[in-house]
Each structure stands twice: as structure tokens, then as C-alpha cells.
């Protein structure tokens, strides 16, 4: 079904002012992307997914300016990793490791212009997959015109993450990314991704993880305020593979993380996973597609929000279990901590499912601060303001508890600390 003339309109206007990468073995599915694009239009607030968050402002032809600053040291930065730094979205050779490490391929995007490429199988393939049943035409446009990213193609256990540095400089930059990661049977690899990136960012990581094969990612989402950001991740997961992906959130005027992932092998486990802290003039979504097409397979959704003076969180989430896809394990859980009476959450959490022999739960749940809780640590001469953050870390950890490498939730907490510090009142 097309889109309305009026949704048409808008969306041209994005087209045209964007440029269409050409040539190459991605040519075909950027076609396909735009032709799609063009098909569904941008979204629109009518549309059920959109109903909680303005699209606008990811949609409108041109960034809106964006004041940056840059007061906080890169969170993974004293981390043994291999650094790939993007300047706006275009990769940055001069503060960039050396793209080479022991059983991984990585190559940029932009460099890569013959006409087969192993990446060509994965490319836009997860993200049009992940477009049925929910439109998700943002990451339509990226597929059509990312103009730079990572393909990263993994055959055994990587010695050490690739750490994904997001730069921003330019007020109005507008950053289209696209990363493809490939990962063969038996292997392993962590990512990391942290930094603002843009005035606006638009973000699609496609992830292919192969029977038997783990893929950790972690990723940190702060620092410049004023930022706009709608960033995707597509997964599709082989038997007995792992995927765990945990993202901290503690600054940005509007967020929009989707995370897509579909279990096609057996036995397979998949972890998503948020913490995000917000204040004032801060709006965050996670939005969650987990379909279950596969016997034995274990996923869970855990997502915590800390909202006050006015922010707001929303989590939409879902799970669907298709026929056939007997004994699966599904968990999802959002919940908010509300600061004060002008903080708001919404949430959508959904079950649908086609099997019979499943356990499968959700749930969603909103609060306060436990007064006696707080009172315990009061009367124990703990000021209120280093009591509430003690209770909102309490709070946030079940969902830090995902990250499975101990160091890195070391690094997480220490910045959520450090940001409840700065904003202690």
C-alpha cells in the first residue's frame, strides 16, 4: 500500500537531499531500499509504532543544529580494544587503528566497490527481513544511502573487541552509518560503540551469527545532549549461537534504538538489554522485535529507565512465537523509575504465539522511589540525594547484569555513577 501524497512529499524531500551511493556489489539493495522507501514513506506519528515518539525530527529534509560538547574522556577508552573512530560519520584513518586483527576481516564500506563481496549476502538482506511485519522505514533509508561503516567478518574467537568511536564535531552534521557483521560458525567477537556522532544519526548494524557463534556487544549512548539519534540492529541468529547486546543511555534530546533479531536455528539464545537515565528535555525509546523461529530457544528483554523532570521513556517490545518453534523460553521486563511526578513512561509489551509447548512472560511497571528503602538509609546518615542514587543503581542493575564480561559492567556502572554525581541535586 503507498503512502499518502502529503507522506510522499516529505519524503522526497529527505531523498533529495541525500545522495545515492553508486555502482558496486550493494547497488542492487540500495535499489531495493529506495524502491521500498518510496513505497511506505517515511513514518508519521499515525503509524502504531510511532505513536509514543515524534518522528519529525528524524524525518525532516536537513539536521537541526546541535550545540556539542565534549567534557567526558570516550567511556571505553582505557579499554585493551581496536579503535575505528567515525568524524561525523566519515571514517578517520589518522586516529583509527590498523583494520587488520587475528581471525577478522574489517574493511570500510565506502572502499569496498567490486562486484562480489561476501558482505553482498547480509547487506540489506536482515534489514528488509526485519521490515515484515512492522515498517521500519528509517532503516530503509539508511540501506539506500549510508555512505560509510564497517564490514566486519569474523572466523574465529577475536583476541580482543572492536571499539565503534562516534565523534561529533559539525553543528548540522547529518550521519548515515552502516555496519555488516558476519560471523562464521564456532566464532566470536565483541563490539563496542560509544560517542554522539552527529547533530543527527542514523545507524544500522545487520548481524549475521552463525551456528555455534557469540557475538557481545555493548554500547554507550551520551554526551552531547542535543543529538537526535535512530539507530537499528538487525540479528539473525544459526543453532546454538549466542547474542547479547546491552546499550547505556544517560544524555540525547531523542533517541530511537530498534533491535530486530529473528532465531532461525535451535537451541539459540538471544539477550537484549537497556539502562538509560534521563533528564529534563530527554525523550528515549527501545523498541524490540524478537521472533522465534526455532525449537529450544531462550530470548530475554530487559529494559530500566530513570525519568525525572519531565524526560520521557517509552519501550515497545515484543515477542512472537511461530509455529513449530516448540519449547521456547520467552522474558521480557520494562520497567521505570519515576523521580517525580513530571517524568513520564509508556510501554507497549507484547506476546504473540503460535506454539503450544512454550513458557513465555512479560511485564511492565512504573514507580518511585521506595520510601523505605530510602528511609532505612536516611536513618544510617546517608544524605537523601547519595541514598536515591544508591537506590536508582539498585534499580538499574538487572539490566547491567547482562553484560556478561565483568569489566565492562565495571565501566558501565562507573559512568552511570559518575552522571548520577553530576546530576545530583
Not at 2 to 9: F, G, K, N, Q, Y
Not at 256 to 275: K, S, Y
Amino acid at each position: 500500500m503507498a503512502a499518502p501524497a502529503t507522506e510522499m512529499d516529505l519524503t522526497e524531500a529527505r531523498i533529495s537531499d541525500l545522495t545515492l551511493p553508486k555502482g558496486g556489489w550493494s547497488e542492487a539493495a540500495r535499489a531495493d531500499a529506495l524502491a521500498r522507501l518510496r513505497q511506505t514513506g517515511l513514518p508519521q506519528r499515525r503509524d502504531e509504532y510511532w505513536k509514543f515518539t515524534r518522528p519529525d525530527m528524524l524525518t525532516q529534509a536537513g539536521a537541526q543544529a546541535a550545540v556539542f560538547e565534549h567534557s567526558e574522556a570516550p567511556i571505553f577508552g582505557a579499554m585493551d580494544v581496536l579503535r575505528i573512530v567515525f568524524d561525523d560519520g566519515v571514517f578517520n584513518p589518522d586516529v583509527s587503528d590498523a583494520l587488520a586483527m587475528e581471525h577478522v576481516s574489517i574493511e570500510r564500506l565506502a572502499d569496498t566497490d567490486a562486484d562480489i563481496h561476501w558482505a553482498k549476502g547480509v547487506y540489506g538482506v536482515l534489514e528488509t527481513a526485519g521490515q515484515t511485519p512492522v515498517a521500519r522505514p528509517l532503516a530503509a533509508l539508511n540501506t539506500a544511502f549510508a555512505s560509510d561503516g564497517v564490514l566486519i567478518h569474523v572466523t574465529g574467537k577475536a583476541p580482543k573487541p572492536i571499539s565503534l568511536v562516534y565523534n561529533h564535531g559539525k553543528e548540522t552534521s547529518d550521519a548515515i552509518l552502516h555496519h555488516v557483521i558476519k560471523i562464521e560458525a564456532g566464532a566470536e567477537l565483541t563490539i563496542l560503540e560509544n560517542g554522539p556522532a552527529a547533530a543527527r544519526f542514523n545507524k544500522v548494524m545487520e548481524v549475521d551469527v552463525a551456528d555455534g557463534a557469540f557475538f557481545h556487544h555493548v554500547r554507550a549512548q551520551g554526551r552531547d545532549h542535543e543529538r537526535l539519534a535512530a539507530t537499528h540492529i538487525f540479528a539473525r541468529l544459526g543453532a546454538e549461537s549466542t547474542f547479547k547486546s546491552f546499550t547505556l543511555t544517560v544524555n540525547g534530546r531523542m533517541t530511537r534504538n530498534d533491535c530486530v533479531i529473528e532465531l532461525t536455528g535451535d537451541d539459540a539464545i538471544a539477550h537484549v538489554a537497556g539502562a538509560c537515565v534521563g533528564d529534563g528535555d530527554f525523550h528515549h525509546d527501545d523498541t524490540v522485535f524478537v521472533t522465534h523461529d526455532a525449537e529450544r530457544c531462550e530470548s530475554r528483554q530487559v529494559f530500566k529507565k530513570v525519568l525525572r523532570n519531565g524526560a520521557v521513556g517509552v519501550f515497545q517490545g515484543k515477542i512472537l512465537v511461530k509455529a513449530g518453534a516448540q519449547k521456547t523460553d520467552g522474558y521480557q521486563i520494562s520497567q521505570s523509575l519515576l523521580l517525580d511526578e513530571d517524568a513520564q513512561f509508556l510501554a507497549k509489551p507484547e506476546l504473540e504465539i503460535y506454539a503450544d509447548d512454550v513458557v513465555c512472560s512479560h511485564g511492565s511497571t512504573s514507580g518511585a522511589i521506595d520510601d523505605e528503602a530510602l528511609f532505612y538509609l536516611r536513618s544510617r546518615g546517608v544524605p537523601e540525594s547519595i541514598a536515591t542514587d544508591l537506590l536508582t543503581l539498585a534499580f538499574l542493575a538487572e539490566a547491567v547484569e547482562e553484560i556478561e564480561d565483568e569489566a565492562l559492567r565495571e565501566v558501565v556502572v562507573d559512568r552511570l555513577e559518575g552522571w548520577l554525581e553530576r546530576h545530583r541535586s
